[in-house]
């Protein structure tokens, strides 16, 4: 008798250890950040798992009763590996949100599994217009090369630039922004020649040879983030050409360490760490103190940005995840650094402020500094087909 109690009561310690342990799993919300942390495009890991570290900071780390957990994992800029590292999170560590995603293939090899899983992914620095398309699952808080180089086409042909050549990165948000140019400058009564270079290890001079033999009134570039201070090297100064694009090329993270030659170059983009306003001054100094004095780029801010919207969704959805998550993420709005956000619930894109700016030396250091503002910008891709 005494023993059978004995045994009933460890029965009864061991099933509810067994409880606990799956409530406790059921209170965390894994998030899976898959970046390039090494490779060409580590600085784009760099500046997004900081933001996303700063956000959980200053935002602590649990939101509607769930602990939220940061998974971090570097894909290498391989897109095979950002796949097979998002098929791990999602089976084994059961992720209720995948999230990065630093290149287009990189964010498009997953879709097909967060469609599968019906797990959110949120892209912080992809910006091709059509990935949102490729699962309803996709939610977007960095921006389309679209909609940041329709203002560089109206800004120039505004501007007595009459001929213009592009040249791009040969891949999907390269051609992205070269139709995006060529179609509104042309519409315009602007001249456009094009060229594209190849994403890997571009050699740029023979390009630039061709340029100055163009004879163009402006140079249209986009290059990845993180690549613009290579091309700038590569001889632009002597081309005495003027730069013009959407704001990749002169990226915050490099901008300072190039030296007189971008200064005037004229971008069009969503985000500038010179960006006045009160949130962004707060972000950059929080950004700066918690990075040895790392400045933020456009790529930290869809990071922080990302985790604005899954913090705020969770907290929508009481901290359910799937479809009632990437429901709830529709039509938020909210106060960015870079100035008022939401997100479009048709396409799931993030609608936001472009800014025109021109890289001059602030204090010392090289900013974009912004001066003009075109407001509440969609992707004009996807708002054509919608029309
Ligand atoms: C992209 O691959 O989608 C991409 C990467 C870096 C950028 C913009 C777009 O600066």
Redesign the pocket.
Known sequence: MRRRTVLTAAGAAVAMLALRGAASAQETMKIGLILPMTGSFAS?GRQIEAAAKLYMQQSGDTVAGKKIQLIVKDDTGVADVTKRLAQELIVNDKVGVIAGF???PLALAPAPLATQAKVPAVVM????ATITEASPYIVRTSFT?PQATVPMADWASQNGIKKVVTLVSDY??GIDAEKAFSGAFGAKGGQVESLRVPLANPDFSPFLQKVADAKPDALFVFV??GVGAQFVERGLDKSGIKLIGPG?VTDDDILNGMGDVALGAITTQHYSAAHDSPENKAFVEAFKKANNGMRPNFMAVGGYDGMHLIYEGLKKTNGAGGEALINAMKGMSWMSPRGPVSIDPQTRDIIQNIYVRKVERVNGELYNVEFATIANVKDPVKAAKSN
């Open positions: 784009t630093g290149l287009t620095a992809a910006a091709t090369l999907g948000p990845p983030s990749d």
